[in-house]
């Protein structure tokens, strides 16, 4: 049951957002999520933003599923599961800067800062299973996707305090004070991440 939140597509019809698989065509014309339907590697592997067009072959490859669009700010929350309170409980805010899908940076976010609300759905993984700490994304208020792990792995290495995290990715010059922290996401991903400058 527990890994069943990695599947986006499952993710999506339970929180009730407009969906379907290769093969379906959405409901009308408009901008759409197109990601595979699991992705254990990260990096926003495979995923898009697909512009559909009312009588247009989609083009969606199997194993991927479209879902609705959503905009506004990209966070990525932390949160570890209190037995006192029965719940989870947020634990770090970090916020994702994009051009299009490629991250430029993350931004540790402060304490106290408003936050999306946790849909009740994400108590069924503590039932699960042994995951006492989960990453869940969001883009405004909804939930993207979620993760049985912290997503502070991009921190790894950094100096105390740092607030920022820029990504150097291949190709791109490499300066001096970078800590290595490599990424391909298995081989699959369309840049590979060299490492980190963080401020």
Known sequence: MART???????????????GTAGA??????????????NLHGLGVGAGRWLYKQGMDFGVPPGYFWSEYFEGEHLSIDYRWSRRLARWTPLCCVKGIFAATLPLCWIIQPPGRSIPELPHLFGRIADACDARCINVEFIGDQVIECHLRSGLGDWCGSPAGAKKAVPIWQGMQIPGNMVPNEDDGGGLAPLRRLGFVYE
């Open 5 to 19: 939140f990695y599947d986006r597509l499952w993710l999506a019809e339970q929180l009730g957002y407009v969906n």
């Open 25 to 38: 065509h959405p409901p009308k014309p408009g901008w759409y999520f197109v990601k595979p339907t699991r």
